[in-house]
């Protein structure tokens, strides 16, 4: 494989999560943002997951300080020109990304490889304003959250995407121990197609009085087997990433996607999720 440095551009939990998955298997990682303080927030992520498993016996103090030293942050990504592949996880906002990839193809070497972990956006619209050289090595990476732990990644060419790289990064990401899996590129792609549905009629649920919110939460636990209830993991998303990817779906299926008053009603009072304190839930105790 000829991949050996990899790059995220965007170190919020998506992005700082994902370059974690690589630092873990031993490829040395660069992990960008708009400024190095913000670049250096998401590498504190990365340590305070990695402290979590060493306090659990599950790594030793030395495997995760070596992991760390895999991980260089930067505020530059002009230091990303050597990297073989860049995955983006920046805003979900069509023109932030596509600037971030402009930026890229300027700066980077011709070989590298470039994908987006967009959850939603058309991956051949982003590539549109890639020269068809780049735009051949580029497709999307979507992984599901949280990336440490959840082994799926959703690989997805673009309609000029060239099947010799397509193959490279399946073989990448099984060498990282997650599970790939191929999906043609629609709006939302599987997952979130998926996953929004069941977020919309959880909503619809509460809005008509049906369940509280704690009681999907257990339907979801006790019924249907799932690690986590759905509305705990819109809190865990933020509600706002929810509520414009619910946005992005509706324009393109219509009525089956339309994002739920509940929903709007919980942004509009500034319950964004856990990490304000209160989303569906109220986590304010925790602190």
Known sequence: MSIKKVGVVGAGMMGAEIALCFARKGYDTILSDITLELANKGKKRQETILEKLVVKGKLEDEEKIAILNRVMTTGDMHDMTDCDFIIEAVAEKIEIKQSVFQQLDSICKKETILASNTSSISITKLSSVLPESRSQQFMGTHFNSPASVMKLVEVIPSLTTKEEYV??????????????????????????RMFHAFCVEACRLVEEGVCTPDDVDKICLYGLGHPVGIFKLMDLLD??????????????????????????????AGHYGKKVGIGFHDYRSEK
């Open 239 to 268: 509600l706002r990433l929810c509520d414009q990817v619910e946005q992005i779906l509706f324009d393109a299926y219509g009525e089956r996607f339309r994002p739920n008053a509940y929903l709007k009603r919980c942004i509009d």
């Open 167 to 192: 193959q490279e990064i399946i073989d990448l990401l099984v060498d990282i121990g997650k599970e790939p899996v191929r999906v043609k590129d629609v709006v939302g792609f599987g997952l979130n």
